[in-house]
């Protein structure tokens, strides 16, 4: 990965799965958890919260 972002660092890729690709390698999905979000907003945090609040009363 970080040769790809070294690499190709002034490129417009959208994501991590763009770079890889553009290294002519393939890029595998794996299905993850409904839990595993990623935080980029206010909002993602949040969320996130909720989720772990959730968890930890399943306990």
């Not at 417009?12 to 770079?19: G, I, Q, R």
């Not at 839990?35 to 772990?52: H, Q, R, V």
């Amino acid at each position: 990965m970080l040769k790809a972002y070294k690499k190709y660092a002034a490129s417009k890729v959208t994501d991590d799965a763009a770079l890889i690709e553009k290294l002519g390698k393939k890029v595998k999905l794996v299905e993850g958890r409904y839990e595993n979000i990623k935080i980029t907003t206010a909002e993602d945090l949040l969320f996130a919260g909720l989720i772990a609040k959730r968890l930890k009363n399943a306990i």
